[in-house]
């Protein structure tokens, strides 16, 4: 029932604090005529769009895709909306790769972007609603008591966080694409950094980006025709579970496992650690990595910062993690899901340039989203599914 | 190959200018257990759940997150969100039905439109650069879409009026409108315009409200129902938003997703616009060249109750429930958004055996 | 940028880089039917959960089983005592709020609820705050005492031994 569907374009903008040389509609346009150019295909060629991004509020605009119909070369085309939050970047393809798989079109682009330097993104973030509990510590130190539990939980040493932030920032440098590009990065630069919410320090947190990424899916038929080599979506998965509730495991969140699950069912993995060759996840503050590594299967319960201290997740390692810098290192929130599916898309098609995983065949693009409570997952493939 | 898809349950709650006693979550949930009551089902009987609604609207960001809670999301489900009007919600839930690896959904959509100022909010959506900072407002773009018609000598004042008296009366067959009454035409015209050439009877009314829609998969939709509404088509268009580069008097979205969903290959008997204001539904009837033996919004349409995100999936309801009722064959849902109808989603529906 | 040939009047002109341009929205938040009766508890100086079937207690209830997806309604007041599950020291100022760094944010399981609730710790140095420290809530005087959540300042070591905190969840499901 399920047809197949391959990735054959990617694009993305140079990802910064403010991109103040673009509108938004120049930011979406950078990324997706670069992801039509890498798929040597025209606007004209696109059946449908499907965007992404985070609350309206970090813009100012209100269903800002409306008014981008035109920049997105959509007039007399489908276009579609997605907003599930952080994950938003990976539903969003999710949900194009679906108009592929179901028949409905041949090729779809879709986009995710945010231009958060238009409004105020810590606003939005944190803005008080009467009757809510305020957020006393602000959005970052929603999480930190989190992360102080797994540290609690699985023992591990206070460094951790530290090491997979030095590995992301340093894995930047060789994205050109990158909003940080920090040369002098050192462990003691991170050790050294200030305490934003004790445990997270300032040099283990995401910054803040403009930054948009796009890509073009296509079907079996448009797959074959390309001239590059192509990403096959071998198996995706969504789960959502609630924000508030007494069984709720935020450190290792069920929603995230039983993704991991789906998704690996789909694709055919039965060992995830011996069968995927690089992962993309969602790591906004460095100690999600070791935390996401056991949520995804690649490390029991508690030993997941095992694997970032042997170096295991190092660009060299047996199974590198955030080869791109990952969100550490750029940070446009409605983007940044897609951006995992896409750099996992780069990796197996063989196209991640100075960052590229040797011999890649099989990736995994993670995006999570609101209280470590929406998982999007995909496994991408040099082969056909 | 494609999915015969139905919808097997609907609810709605009953339209209202404002609920200021319960919030978003507690207004949706009766709905929730209303429609899944109806196709008896439980959450966990559901393949798949997707929304519709806008932070803008409720004035907080993420904030179909919270909402999420009320649908009882445990174990972990599949669940989707968009940032649309729920006719759109319906949509993804309708493609991901395509692919065979689920039989149900649950489509949801909520909003209320009474805690910020609607029209203001609206205005937000516009070109942020060139227009948003006039802060020009729903009803004068409608207007300058109304007049358009009238300089085209497409309709007049009289017509528009017509469709805000049937629209009204029809209503008061509705349990779940806002606006209902029986007042000639000649009533309706003798007020004077508030944005020229519409009159207050000619505009959406501002509503809270809430929708909710199963869709089900061809052997289990007629498991669970016993005369489901079936999608037989169902597609969508958008056109660029500057109201100077289209003809505001057509809606070429709307007949382009009408032909694409195949609502041509027959006739209709019942058909539910989403045209909030009156002049609209002109532009909409002839979009989808619907006759005069059709019956338009007997619901009382968007002039009866403008839940703004909710209006579109109601009339895919309302269509709905007339097929399973029997009391029709074959009918046209519409829903839209943008201003001045920019997007457009078209849905046919079908009861079995026509 | 891209190149736009421009008429020979805009040659000389200053691009317009970016336009500011201010919105201000007012609306009007309804707390609900649960948070109405959680605040009107903290008014009278109690704190309210509710009890969803599944026997959870919610505090505060939003009034939704997020479970089951059903309405709460049964009323249970919780004590104005409780377990630190963890907590973050926070370090820098943000939007919109107006205390001394460094403090504590924490979150604390008040006996007889089976969800925390975020709330600052003070009144101790942070140093001190670790998880399954025991804490009391501090209310404003009586006379203060509203239906907000302003009502409870915050929260202070109580001086019991400390209780051992079970997390949730059992982990990776494989």
Redesign the interface.
């Known amino acids: 029932m399920k047809e197949q569907v391959a990735v054959i374009g990617v694009g993305q903008t140079k990802h910064q604090a403010t991109r103040?040389?673009?509108s938004m509609a120049?930011l979406v346009r950078e990324a997706a005529t670069r992801a039509l150019a890498d798929a040597g295909m025209t606007w004209a060629d696109i059946d449908a769009v499907v965007v992404g991004k985070a609350p309206d509020f970090f813009e100012?605009v209100m269903m800002p895709e409306l008014y981008l119909a035109d920049a997105l070369g959509a007039a007399g085309k489908p276009l579609f909306r997605v907003h599930t939050a952080g994950s938003v970047g990976g539903s969003t393809a999710i949900v194009a790769a679906q108009l592929v798989q179901a028949g409905i079109h041949e090729r779809v682009l879709t986009v995710a972007f945010e231009k958060q330097s238009e409004s105020?993104a810590?606003?939005a973030l944190?803005?008080?609603?009467?009757?809510q509990?305020?957020?006393?510590?602000?959005a970052g130190?929603?999480f930190?008591?989190?992360?102080?539990?797994y540290m609690?939980?699985s023992g591990a040493p206070d460094h951790i966080g530290i090491l997979v932030a030095l590995k992301d920032r340093q894995n930047a440098l060789k994205n050109p694409y990158a909003h940080l590009h920090e040369h002098d990065i050192s462990f003691d630069s991170i050790k050294d950094s200030?305490?934003?919410?004790?445990?997270?320090r300032y040099a283990e947190t995401c910054p803040s980006s403009d930054g948009a990424c796009a890509m073009v899916l296509g079907s079996e038929a448009v797959a074959q025709r390309a001239s590059k080599p192509v990403a096959w979506v071998h198996g995706t998965a969504m789960r959502s579970e609630?924000?508030?509730?007494?069984?709720?495991?935020t450190?290792?969140?069920?929603g995230g496992?039983?993704c991991a699950?789906a998704v690996y069912a789909e694709a055919g993995i039965s060992d995830p650690r011996g069968q995927i060759d690089c992962v993309e996840m969602y790591v906004p503050f460095s100690w999600f990595e070791p935390m996401w590594l056991?949520?995804l299967?690649f490390a029991?319960?508690?030993d997941g910062w095992r694997m970032v201290e042997e170096g295991a997740t190092q660009l060299d390692g047996d199974l590198p993690v955030n080869m791109s810098g990952g969100v550490l290192s750029s940070n446009p929130i409605g983007a940044s899901g897609m951006l995992r599916f896409a750099e996992a898309a780069l990796q197996v098609r063989g196209m991640a340039g100075e960052h590229q995983v040797e011999g890649a065949r099989t990736a995994l693009g993670h995006a999570y989203g609101g209280g470590s409570q929406f998982f999007a997952m995909w496994v991408v493939g040099a082969d056909k599914r | 190959m494609v999915r015969d898809i139905a919808v097997i349950a609907v609810a709605q709650m009953p339209n209202v200018r404002a609920?200021?006693?319960?919030?978003e979550?507690?207004m949706l949930?009766p709905v929730?257990?209303e429609v899944r009551a109806r196709a008896g089902l439980t959450?966990s009987d559901i393949g798949f759940t997707c929304s519709g609604s806008t932070d803008?609207l409720?004035?907080q960001a993420f904030s179909f997150v919270?909402t999420l809670?009320?649908?009882?999301?445990?174990p972990p489900i599949q669940e989707s969100h968009v940032e649309m009007d729920g006719a759109w919600a319906l949509y993804e839930a309708w493609v991901k039905l395509q692919l065979g690896e689920i039989d149900t959904a649950l489509v949801y959509c909520y909003g209320?439109s009474?805690?910020?100022?609607l029209h203001?909010?609206l205005s937000?959506q516009l070109d942020?650069?060139h227009v948003?900072?006039l802060w020009p407002d729903a009803i004068s773009l409608a207007a300058l879409q109304a007049k358009a018609l009238i300089d085209a000598g497409k309709a007049t004042e009289a017509d528009f009026a017509a469709v805000a008296a049937r629209s009204r009366k029809s209503a008061l067959d509705n349990p779940n409108a806002q606006l209902a009454w029986d007042r000639p035409v000649a009533d309706i015209l003798a007020k004077d315009p508030i944005v020229d050439p519409l009159r207050i009877d000619d505009c959406p009314p501002i509503t809270d409200g809430a929708c909710a829609v199963i869709l089900a998969a061809e052997t289990r939709a007629r498991e669970l129902c016993s005369r489901p509404a079936w999608i037989r088509g169902i597609d969508h268009r958008i056109e660029p938003m500057a109201l100077g580069a289209r003809d505001l008097t057509v809606s070429a979205s709307t007949a382009m997703a009408a032909e694409k969903a195949g609502l041509h290959g027959g006739a209709v008997d019942v058909a539910e616009l989403h045209a909030p204001f009156s002049s609209q539904e002109l532009i909409l009837r002839d979009a989808l060249g619907l006759g005069n033996q059709v019956d338009v919004n007997p619901s009382g349409g968007a002039l009866a109750a403008n839940p703004v995100m909710v209006a579109g999936l109601t009339r895919i309801g309302e269509v709905a429930q007339r097929i399973m009722d029997g009391s029709a064959s074959r009918g046209v849902a519409h829903a839209t958004s943008g201003p001045c109808l920019q997007q457009n989603l078209v849905c046919v529906l079908e009861g079995e055996g026509e | 940028?891209?190149e736009i040939a421009l008429p020979a009047s805009l040659q000389d002109v200053e691009l317009v880089?970016?336009?500011r341009?201010p919105?201000r929205?007012?609306?009007?938040?309804?707390?609900?039917?649960?948070?109405t009766r959680f605040?009107k508890g903290i008014g009278q100086g109690k704190i309210l959960g509710e009890r969803a079937p599944g026997g959870?207690v919610?505090v505060?209830s939003?009034?939704?089983?997020?479970?089951?997806?059903?309405?709460t309604s049964e009323q249970v007041e919780v004590a104005h005592v409780g377990t630190v599950?963890?907590?973050?020291?926070?370090?820098?100022a943000?939007?919109?709020?107006g205390?001394e760094i460094?403090y504590t944010?924490?979150?604390i399981l008040l006996d007889g609820a089976?969800?925390p609730?975020?709330?600052?710790i003070q009144e101790c140095p942070?140093e001190d705050v670790h998880?399954g420290m025991r804490v009391e809530a501090v209310w404003v005087d009586d006379a203060d005492l509203a239906p907000t959540?302003e009502s409870i300042r915050h929260f202070r070591p109580n001086g019991e031994p400390d209780r051992p905190v079970v997390?949730?969840?059992?982990?990776?499901?494989?």
């Open positions: 103040g040389d673009v120049g100012g105020e810590m606003w944190s803005l008080p609603i009467p009757f509990p305020p957020l006393h510590a602000g130190g929603y930190a008591p989190h992360v102080r539990s609690d939980r200030m305490m934003l919410w004790d445990p997270i609630p924000t508030m509730s007494a069984d709720r495991d450190v290792l969140p069920r496992s039983d699950a056991e949520n299967g029991s319960s508690g | 609920e200021t006693a319960l919030n979550v507690e949930m929730l257990a959450q803008y409720s004035g919270s809670d009320g649908v009882g999301p445990w209320k009474a805690p910020g100022p203001e909010v937000r942020p650069y948003a900072p | 940028m891209a880089r970016s336009v341009t919105a929205l007012d609306y009007v938040y309804t707390a609900g039917a649960a948070t605040l959870k919610y505060p939003r009034g939704a089983d997020p479970q089951l997806g059903v309405a599950t963890s907590f973050c020291i926070v370090n820098v943000f939007y919109g709020q205390m460094p944010s924490a979150l089976d969800l609730i975020m709330h600052l942070v998880i959540l997390q949730p969840g059992a982990g990776v499901t494989w």
